[in-house]
């Protein structure tokens, strides 16, 4: 079945340290590929998104993250985290032509100050 | 703020009873998207709309849940004969959606419905 797998669902990491988050989809085709984030008792926000172009895409709050299509990933990264970045963090999917988002089942993020 | 407004936040309901949600989408975005999210789960894609036509429907929308949006802008989803099953987070999602233009989906704050 098609399907967008998030792994370490469970994140804890200190301030100031490297986060990655991996994001692989079974797709084929063209996709359009999402990560949304979700901070404590607030809805969904795009953090970033990817249509075409660049690989390597930025997106907001220094979060970036790379499409290698070889790879079927879209992993998203931050160099230096923050308190402010305790979140769940979700990968999306959608194959153009297709009008649903598919989600993985999401990262749980905690940054210890 | 402009954004995706859902209403209820909130609803507790009994087993058997119908609900209805509400949602308002970004006023000049065309496609509006139901979805569900239960516990440790990603959001799951339900129906969605451009403008007033449902244009697909997922197979998660058992014959129980109905959803409209009569004149293009906000929509309701309904659950008749509720069950403990249906207890989840309901998401409503919009976007802008034009011809060879790829477009994002903006998320509303959700409906949690728990059912008893």
């Known amino acids: 079945a098609q399907s967008v797998s998030q792994h370490n669902h469970h994140v804890i990491l200190s301030e100031a340290a490297s986060l990655e988050l991996g994001c692989n989809y079974s797709?084929?085709?063209?996709?359009?590929l999402f990560w949304y984030v979700q901070y404590p008792g607030q809805h969904l926000q795009l953090l970033l998104k990817?249509?075409?172009?660049?690989?390597l895409v930025k997106g907001i709050k220094g979060f970036e993250a790379e499409f290698i299509k070889s790879k079927f990933s879209f992993n998203l990264r931050k160099p230096s985290v923050q308190w402010s970045d305790t979140a769940e963090y979700f990968c999306?999917?959608?194959?153009?032509?297709?009008?649903?988002?598919?989600f993985g089942k999401g990262n749980q993020v905690v940054v210890i100050p | 703020d402009t954004g995706v407004s859902q209403d209820p936040r909130h609803k507790i309901t009994k087993r058997g009873q119908n609900v209805t949600f509400r949602c308002d989408p970004i006023?000049?975005?065309?496609?509006l998207y139901w979805y569900r999210q239960t516990l440790g789960q990603g959001p799951e894609f339900l129906t969605y709309?451009?403008?007033?036509?449902?244009?697909?429907k997922s197979r998660l929308l058992s014959d129980r849940f109905s959803a409209e949006r009569p004149k293009g802008s906000f929509s309701t989803l309904e659950i008749q004969r509720t069950e403990q099953g249906d207890s989840a987070m309901y998401l409503c999602?919009?976007?802008?959606?034009?011809?060879?233009?790829?477009?994002?989906?903006?998320f509303g704050p959700g409906t949690r419905l728990t059912v008893t």
């Open positions: 999306a999917v959608n194959p153009y032509g297709n009008n649903r988002l598919a």
């Open positions: 709309f451009q403008n007033e036509a449902q244009l697909e």
């Open positions: 990817y249509f075409s172009g660049d690989p």
């Open positions: 006023s000049e975005h065309n496609r």
């Open positions: 999602a919009s976007s802008l959606e034009t011809s060879g233009r790829r477009a994002e989906q903006y």
């Open positions: 797709y084929g085709g063209t996709v359009n």
